[in-house]
T-cell receptor, first 112, second 113 residues
Framework: SQTIHQWPATLVQPVGSPLSLECTVE??????LYWYRQAAGRGLQLLFY??????ISSEVPQNLSASRPQDRQFILSSKKLLLSDSGFYLC???????????FGPGTRLLVL | AQSVSQHNHHVILSEAASLELGCNYS??????LFWYVQYPGQHLQLLLK??????LVKGIKGFEAEFIKSKFSFNLRKPSVQWSDTAEYFC???????????FGAGTRLFVKA
């Protein structure tokens, strides 16, 4: 069966510090991968998606970037965090020919 | 641009009451439609989905949703809610040719025992 992992589960970082959130998927190959930010009352905002290694599409201009160094690994990064980067970050995957997305447990980021 | 609107941000019901959560989307082409649910402390998970065919789709735990193309709506229903249905519900739309899914703002449902 397929599983999706995210870490860390919770992170508290000072403003201006770098960020690296990791997402890995097991049990499947060539998945589409997604990063979302979930904010209260605003639903899930799609940040990035990837259809293959090294292929990243950005949905919103922001302080964040994403990379996919391996087929089942998706990383969300920032060089300098802002207060507004605080939130709940969700990683998700789906098979290419099926439309259901499967979500990870999320990372709660607090920037102080 | 695609968008999804969920009519209620918070809903409070008593057990056995009927539920209907509204969802409208804005998109000119053919879409796939979803309802996802997030129970307290759990991952976001699929509740039901519509791709084609019968516009009335049934999901897990007695939920159903009806796709009305002329109204660009995909409302979620359950005849009799239970306390365990307390969760946040998200409507989502994906164009059939793309890779992106657009989510609504979510509706928090609280069911009183």
């Amino acid at each position: 069966s397929q599983t999706i992992h995210q870490w860390p589960a919770t992170l508290v970082q000072p403003v201006g510090s770098p960020l690296s959130l990791e997402c890995t998927v097991e049990g499947t190959s060539n998945p589409n991968l997604y990063w979302y930010r979930q904010a209260a009352g605003r639903g899930l905002q799609l940040l990035f998606y990837s259809v293959g290694i090294g292929q990243i599409s950005s949905e919103v201009p922001q302080n964040l970037s994403a990379s996919r160094p391996q087929d089942r690994q998706f990383i969300l990064s920032s060089k300098k965090l802002l207060l507004s980067d605080s939130g709940f970050y969700l990683c998700a995957w789906k098979r290419r020919l099926q439309e259901t997305q499967y979500f990870g447990p999320g990372t709660r980021l607090l920037v102080l | 641009a695609q968008s999804v609107s969920q009519h209620n941000h918070h809903v409070i019901l008593s057990e056995a009451a009927s539920l209907e959560l509204g969802c409208n989307y804005s998109y000119g082409g053919t879409v796939n439609l979803f309802w996802y649910v997030q129970y307290p402390g759990q991952h976001l998970q699929l509740l039901l989905k519509y791709f084609s065919g019968d516009p009335l789709v049934k999901g897990i735990k007695g939920f159903e949703a009806e796709f009305i193309k002329s109204k660009f709506s995909f409302n979620l229903r359950k005849p009799s809610v239970q306390w365990s249905d307390t969760a946040e519900y998200f409507c989502a739309v994906e164009d059939t040719g793309g890779f992106k899914t657009i989510f609504g703002a979510g509706t928090r449902l609280f069911v009183k025992a």
